[in-house]
């Protein structure tokens, strides 16, 4: 099961999670079901303008239009989607309840599968 995060937490348990986890992006759920993404640089952003993470919900800053797909989508399809809009991440979520999370596909995802696809090429 990914990590994800609950829209009402706070960005401080955000931050706390990315750090213990080494991950960079949360998907947010609400009641089980996806609502949203937080990413480090969302957060980053949040702390430019002084905002206090304990005092800040995870909800005032996630981005509500998360780039999803399915466990079965063709790895080509998925990378090519997200380097034309330029998206850090894809979350994916089961066919039959799109809004349940079953895990995220990073860039680094995609790096890693490229590097074993050239060195067995």
């Given at each position: 099961m990914p990590?994800?995060?609950?829209?009402r937490s706070t960005l401080a348990r955000a931050i706390q999670i990315m750090a213990e986890r080494s991950v960079r992006h949360l998907p947010v759920v609400n009641d089980g079901s996806l609502v949203g993404l937080v990413s480090e640089r969302d957060i980053a952003v949040c702390e430019?303008?002084?905002?206090?993470?304990?005092?800040?919900?995870?909800e005032a800053i996630m981005r509500r239009r998360v780039?999803?797909?399915?466990?079965?989508?063709?790895?080509?399809?998925?990378?090519?989607?997200?380097a034309t809009h330029k998206y850090g991440s894809a979350v994916v979520v089961?066919?039959?309840r799109p809004v349940k999370v079953v895990g995220v596909f990073t860039t680094v995802d995609a790096l890693r599968a490229l590097a074993v696809y050239t060195k067995e090429s």
């Open positions: 990590q994800t995060i609950d829209l430019a303008l002084g905002k206090d993470p304990d005092l800040v919900e995870v780039f999803t797909c399915g466990p079965q989508a063709h790895l080509h399809a998925v990378a090519e989607e997200m089961e066919l039959e």
